[in-house]
């Protein structure tokens, strides 16, 4: 069974990088039709969207975060990844990495629901 | 961005009763090269990440209940819990993705 688990800092000081990484197990990270991705929620409000991308390489990015965003990916350790830099009081939240289903034709990437969710990784900007 | 605005916020609902969430997109997320409608939905117990009930607006992911449906398209839609159940306690909500990802503000359900 696919299994999705967050890791890194609980404790990122206000201006630095946020950096946290989704291991994957129970599959591949290679797996056609599915896409990764990073959601975060803030305390006692909704989900928001962060990123998310291909394992060949393509990504997406919430335009009002694309500035600050990078998602990668390391098909050898099974595992991607989310930098967020200049980081304030305002991203302090849960982040949770997901799975997300998707197609690829003809150059075009579609990115559509998330079937599988990590259990979330409590993120503090505070000095 | 398109803005999915949900209601009720919040709702109460007696158990084994029928409890409908209603979701509306800012803009048609109906495709019209696949005739499908970009949305999901999500439940959210407290504590839990969020877990898939329902894509392309009426689709049951697998191992959810039957008691949860998806209705509705282009920009209006609903998710409807019928003989509501203790567990069903939580907060649910709907997702486009017809353009980037956005999800909706989430309604809290309670017995």
């Known amino acids: 069974q696919l299994q999705l688990q967050e890791s890194g800092p609980g404790l990122v000081k206000p201006s630095e990088t946020l950096s946290l990484t989704c291991t994957v197990s129970?599959?591949?990270?290679?797996?056609?039709?599915?896409?990764w991705g990073w959601i975060r929620q803030p305390p006692g409000t909704g989900l928001e969207w962060i990123a998310s991308?291909?394992?060949?390489?393509?990504?997406y990015y919430n335009p009002s975060l694309k500035s600050r965003v990078t998602i990668s990916v390391d098909t050898s350790k099974n595992h991607f990844s989310l930098k967020l830099s200049s980081v304030t009081a305002a991203d302090t939240a849960v982040y949770y990495c997901?799975?997300?289903?998707?197609?690829?034709?003809?150059?075009?990437?579609?990115?559509?629901?998330?079937?599988?969710w990590g259990k979330g990784t409590t993120v503090t900007v505070s000095s | 961005d398109i803005v999915m605005t949900q209601s009720p916020d919040s709702l109460a609902v007696s158990l084994g009763e029928r409890a409908t969430i209603n979701c509306k997109s800012g803009?048609?997320?109906?495709?019209?090269?696949?005739?499908?409608?970009?949305l999901a939905w999500y439940q959210q117990k407290p504590g839990q990440p969020p877990k898939l009930l329902i894509y392309w607006a009426s689709t049951r992911e697998s191992g959810v209940p039957d008691r949860f449906s998806g209705s509705g398209s282009g920009t209006d839609f609903t998710l409807t819990i019928s003989n509501l159940q203790a567990e069903d306690v939580a907060v649910y909500y709907c997702?486009?993705?017809?353009?980037?990802?956005?999800f909706g503000q989430g309604t809290r359900l309670e017995i």
């Open positions: 991308m291909y394992y060949s390489g393509n990504t």
């Open positions: 129970g599959g591949s990270i290679s797996s056609t039709g599915y896409n």
């Open positions: 997901a799975r997300q289903k998707g197609l690829t034709m003809g150059g075009t990437y579609f990115y559509y629901y998330m079937d599988v």
């Open positions: 997702q486009q993705y017809y353009s980037a990802v956005t």
């Open positions: 803009q048609s997320v109906l495709y019209s090269s696949d005739n499908k409608n970009y």
